[in-house]
């Protein structure tokens, strides 16, 4: 069993555990059990090591940064190989001008396959989430179900000259 808690005070968005108005923003907070974690930490979706030495904290345009409360499973498939994938906590922000409501009651389903090297490493991912609005005045909810996919190659070129693994 392992654990983490880490926080700040940058304070987050709304949707993030600890954010939205507190002084102390709640980043990661998660136990593992064997190829399981509980809590909240980045999304599988995410490649939380794929991160551009920027000055800027958000981070480039375009770059994925979610922390979300999650229920995931990380499994070796082969050697260097690995397969993760989680149900996360559903967020969206549908502008919806007074009209109707957002409704988010379906979870986020995200997965990844990875490969790492002493070198860098290859993921792709994807994500399935539903997205839901509830027009004044009607029962009934409108879905949709929104597909995203994505690719990563990391590469440290001063691992060959250092002869080691920089992360």
Known sequence: VHTLIEGDFFNGP???????????????AFFDFGY???GQQNSVFMDGTNWASLVDFQGPNSWTNQRQPLAR???????RLYWASS???????????????????????ATHLRYETDVGHLQAATVVRTIGYRPNGDDD?????????????????RAIIM?????
């Open 141 to 157: 909810v409108i879905r949709d179900t929104g597909v995203g996919l994505s690719g990563n190659a990391v590469f440290h070129p």
């Open 36 to 38: 399981f974690r509980f």
């Open 73 to 79: 499973m990380t499994l070796p498939v082969a050697t």
């Open 163 to 167: 002869g080691t693994d920089p992360v």
């Open 87 to 109: 149900v996360e906590r559903p967020f969206s922000d549908i502008t919806t001008n007074g009209l109707g409501t957002n409704v988010q009651d379906v979870p986020d389903f």
């Open 14 to 28: 709304a949707q993030a555990a600890g954010g939205g108005g507190n002084p102390f923003r709640l980043r990661h």
